[in-house]
């Protein structure tokens, strides 16, 4: 069975500053990873998606991850937080041909102005 | 193309009532998903089907129950409500046959059992 953990709840950063969400899972078998935005009373919408080829993936709104296989990590990271940018972040794991996803618990981003 | 949409949008329910959450999409998407989001553990998945007539368990079925009479729709019903229940629910729905897997979400319905 595959699971996702997301280190701290809540991050605050000041804006303009580096954005940077912690993703780490376990899953037997190399898995798609996901990173996923919940902007407050919304649905989840997709902000990147790892599935193979390239580590380093861009994703909507300047956020960009990498797959780092040894580390199983799939750290989510923005250079310049945005006010906009203040929003509830899901990491993701789905093993591939699977039809799961399993979510971390979230981290929740505040940006000062 | 309006995606996942859910209705209704909130709902307060009486604990030992039922109510059905529909949930209907528009993109000819054989999975489809519900799951619901508490505080800080992230989404559970309750229920998903894999096309239409077919329908599994998911993490938290308990107190669930859904069918899936067509592509389109996946409604998911609760009998006799309990305050355990108080949350909010996400349908999405995905095509397992394009190469990405991604789920799409609808809003979502906020849900209370007093």
């Known amino acids: 069975a595959q699971s996702v953990t997301q280190l701290g709840s809540h991050v605050s950063v000041s804006e303009g500053a580096l954005v940077l969400l912690r993703c780490n899972y376990s899953s037997s078998v190399p898995p798609y990873l996901f990173w996923y935005v919940q902007y407050p009373n919304q649905g989840l919408q997709l902000l990147l998606k790892y599935t193979t080829g390239a580590t380093l993936v861009k994703g909507i709104n300047g956020f960009e991850a990498e797959f780092k296989k040894s580390e199983t990590s799939f750290h989510l990271t923005k250079p310049s937080a945005h006010m906009s940018d203040a929003a509830e972040y899901f990491c993701?794991?789905?093993?591939?041909?699977?039809?799961?996803?399993?979510f971390g618990g979230g981290t929740r981003v505040l940006v000062k102005p | 193309n309006a995606g996942v949409t859910q209705t209704p949008k909130f709902r307060i329910l009486k604990i030992g009532q039922s109510m059905t959450l529909q949930c209907t999409q528009d993109?000819?998407?054989?999975?489809m998903y519900w799951y619901r989001q508490d505080p800080g553990m992230g989404l559970k998945l309750i229920y998903y089907s894999v096309g239409a007539g077919i329908t599994d368990k998911g993490e938290v079925p308990n107190g669930y129950n859904v069918s899936r009479s067509t592509t389109e729709d996946f409604p998911l019903r609760l009998e006799l409500a309990a305050p355990s229940q108080t949350s909010v629910y996400f349908c999405?729905?995905?095509?397992?046959?394009?190469?990405?897997?991604?789920?799409?979400f609808g809003p979502g319905t906020r849900l209370t059992v007093l």
């Open positions: 999405a729905s995905s095509n397992p046959a394009s190469l990405t897997d991604t789920q799409y």
């Open positions: 993701a794991v789905l093993i591939p041909w699977g039809n799961k996803l399993t």
């Open positions: 993109m000819n998407h054989n999975y």
